[in-house]
């Protein structure tokens, strides 16, 4: 790669180049934004070091009344997978409770502070796992639209980091190349990461983006043959998005990597896709239904295989796959 020209600065007599000399001018930032900053910080601590967040989460299943190895927090990422596996989407679920909780926590302290919901550290765990309560989906969206319009910088960073992406190699790993062609070739809107109470769980989603009148989903999938079982799920994930965001219309693009081809759909948000898929994962999870074994093909490169209830037969003897 070549030299990266730099402009601005002076030659000297010596042939040397000088830098430009620093801007006299002061950046002066404004002493309430400077104490939310500072706020969000020390709260931000409060969730931190070891066990916190797992002391929190206990503490959180306590005050509503559910046991301590019961699902709570829920992503709609995972539970849009129940068209691939409904078992899957359940220990996946599992796995990621802890950071579906800290993306609930880290969005409820952000937003409130700096909507001034919060303005002193709270006195214990119980006044900290309630900061945000008041918040609504509107407030946020109008926070995180505001936030986008001032951070010109953050702006600027964006636009460089896709320029950078435009000139990256295509990753070889598999997982890596979806969200490196995601990166490549979604259409891009502003979106919100927010939670949503549904029954007895907090389901938490960022979806690729949203508009006034829609919630967008990108997808890729390696071959043609496997677009009906994408769409099933990308549907699935876009109607979560419509469900909970409030958006009457879903826009799903699937990259089909075999012939380079993006499908588009534009469609009105399915709510009983959305509730159907929420109840699947809610009823394995209760262990009121089991489900069906899906065919080996998906369970073989399934990282949950070793320990998958589905593949246990009586004996202690595990299913060949
Ligand atoms: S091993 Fe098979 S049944 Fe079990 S979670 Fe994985 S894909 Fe589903």
Known sequence: MGARKVRGGKRNKSGRTKSPAPSKKKVRVRPGLRRQVSLRLEIGRLIRGDGRLAHLLRLEKTRQGIGPDDLLFIGMHNVAQTNWCPMQAVLKSHQNEPEFFSAYLADRIRHAVDAK????LPKDDDELLAIGNDLTLRMVEDLDRRREAKEERHQRALRYSVE???????????KAQGSFLERR????????????????????????????????????????HFLPESQASAFAQADLYGYFFERPTKRVQILVREDSVIETWEEPVDRANAERVLRVVDSI????????????????????????????????WRRII
């Open 117 to 120: 919901l919060v303005t002193r």
């Open 164 to 174: 950078m992406v435009l000139a990256e190699p295509a990753p070889n790993d598999h």
């Open 185 to 224: 070739h979604a259409e891009q809107y502003p979106t919100t990461r927010w939670n949503f109470e549904w029954q007895r769980y907090v389901v938490v989603g960022v979806p690729d983006g949203l508009t006034a009148d829609f919630a967008y989903e990108f997808k890729t999938t390696a071959k043609r």
């Open 285 to 316: 999870q209760r262990k009121e239904v089991s489900p069906e074994l899906p065919p080996s093909w998906k369970c073989r490169p399934c990282e949950f295989k070793a320990h998958c209830p589905l593949l246990e037969m009586p004996g202690g």
